[in-house]
């Protein structure tokens, strides 16, 4: 299996403006994808953030298995840490964000208050890793297209301030992940979800893990989508890989299968997923 790594120098700096600009901010609002909520946490973002108030926000719900996305939410709310599942477009996700970052925020805005300082909107930064759907977002909280939107990693290049009501201000930064993966099914994981732009790994290395997962978690979903026989799954993944590529007619071309089998899964064609399972409460949780 070859080695995934992205770290392009805009990234870098991008880093260096977060650890710059974040004592002008309130709050960080760490965006991560509901399909990975740990996989998509860079741990950059907690070393720059440090003991700033923190608000994770799952985005892409609708792609991501419900049941754990609610398992999700109950785990974030034993270690008291504030976080909402979104579907970035509803019309009461604007509403949802700033009430929520309000109630973080209440001791500090009373104090300003009882010192007589003047009304000021609450000032957030979005950080997430790339293609997590931040610019939907950002777009929908200030009701315009100010942040360039892509369905590939790497679209918004540079950082910004956006207004999105007279209560809340945003800095908008570009998508980061960090130097190094230590554990390669992060990076399978990332690219699978399609935060790792697709030159970079090798398709059926990810196909491969894709298959894996849905074997042991969807299997049903995954006999449907291809037509496979119950038999199927008694062969090895690289030989399923290979049956699936049969049953797409495209003869042994399993690099085009690998590619239809990742897209199909980050388009739902196999219901939503989520590839991080959430902790059990009390226990720790690996990736």
Do not use: C
């Not at 979005?126 to 369905?151: E, F, I, Y």
């Not at 997962?213 to 030989?239: C, K, P």
């Not at 939503?272 to 720790?284: E, M």
Request: proline share 5%; charged share 30%; no cysteine.
């Amino acid at each position: 299996m070859s080695t995934i790594q992205w770290f392009p120098g805009h990234m870098a700096k991008a880093i260096r403006q977060m650890e710059e600009n974040v004592h002008l901010v309130d709050i960080v609002f760490e965006l991560v994808d509901a399909r990975i909520p740990a996989s998509s946490r860079n741990p950059e973002v907690a070393r720059i953030a440090k003991d700033k108030p923190h608000l994770i926000i799952l985005t892409k719900k609708d792609l991501a298995d419900p049941q754990q996305t609610a398992a999700w939410m109950r785990y974030y709310q034993t270690q008291r840490q504030p976080a909402i599942s979104i579907d970035s477009r509803a019309n009461v996700t604007p509403k949802q964000i700033t009430r929520i970052a309000t109630s973080i925020l209440a001791d500090k805005l009373a104090a300003e208050k009882a010192k007589g300082l003047r009304e000021r909107p609450m000032r957030a930064m979005t950080v997430g890793v790339p293609n997590v759907g931040k610019s939907t977002l950002l777009n929908h909280l200030v009701s315009r297209k100010a942040a360039q939107v892509g369905d590939t990693p790497g679209v918004t290049k540079g950082q910004q301030w956006l207004r999105s009501s007279k209560h809340l201000e945003l800095l908008d930064t570009p998508g980061i992940l960090w130097p190094k993966f230590k554990d390669q099914d992060v990076a399978l994981k990332l690219a699978l979800t399609g935060a790792i732009k697709e030159k970079l790994y090798a398709k059926d290395d990810v196909a491969l893990f894709e298959l894996k997962f849905f074997r042991q978690y969807h299997q049903a979903a995954l006999q449907e989508r291809y037509h496979l026989a119950t038999e199927d799954f008694e062969l090895s993944d690289v030989d399923l890989l290979l049956r699936i590529t049969e049953k797409l007619g495209m003869r042994d071309d399993y690099e085009r299968a690998s590619e239809r089998l990742i897209f199909d899964a980050r388009r739902s064609k196999m219901g939503g997923f989520t590839l991080d399972r959430a902790p059990q409460v009390g226990k720790d949780h690996d990736n």
